[in-house]
Structures are given as C-alpha cells and as structure tokens.
C-alpha cells in the first residue's frame, strides 16, 4: 500500500532562505530514492515561514529507509536550529 507523507515545517525568519535552499535540494535528492513516487515542497502564500512536504512512498519500509539516508540525516542536522516546529502525518489514500 502506498504511504502518504504530510510533513509540516515553521522555519524562524532569519533563516527562512537558507532553509528553503535545504529543503529544496533535500527534495531533490529525495526524489532519486528508490520507493519515491512523490516528493514536493509547498510554501504557504500568507505565512512565508510556513512550508509543507508532500510525499508519496511505495512502502512504510521505503519511507523508514529515506529517513536513514545521509542526506535527510545531514538535512536534519544542519538546520536544528533553524526550525520552529515540525510535524509528520502518515496516510494512506482512501
């Protein structure tokens, strides 16, 4: 079965473009993973500091694999503090 991501992400102003940069090329990257049927990034029109990932994986498996890869690792560390709050949502399509 397919697995849907939702992951929210407030960013702090002062790093809002470094950090769109990061996230931009982490989906990139993400996108040439094996199991990645989608991988997007969406900035909130209103609030500029607000970003959603959506991301469809062929398997929980695939997705739990992403999440090891040095890429999302490196991701993770490189902007802790420079996220306000983060958030995932995993769904399935009814």
């Known amino acids: 079965m397919t697995l849907t991501i939702i992951a929210s992400v407030i960013v702090k102003e002062e790093f ?3 950090t769109k940069l990061r996230m931009l090329d982490l989906v990139e990257q ?4 094996k199991g990645c049927l989608k991988y997007t990034l969406h900035q909130d029109n209103k609030n500029s500091d607000t970003f959603l990932f959506i991301e469809n994986w062929q398997s929980k ?8 890869s040095l890429h999302v690792q490196s991701f993770v560390k490189e902007t802790e503090n420079s996220i306000v709050e983060f958030s995932v949502q995993e769904m399935s399509q009814i």
Do not use: Y
């Open 61 to 68: 498996t695939l997705w739990e694999k992403h999440l090891e």
């Open 30 to 33: 993400s996108k040439q993973e």
């Open 16 to 18: 809002l473009q470094d």
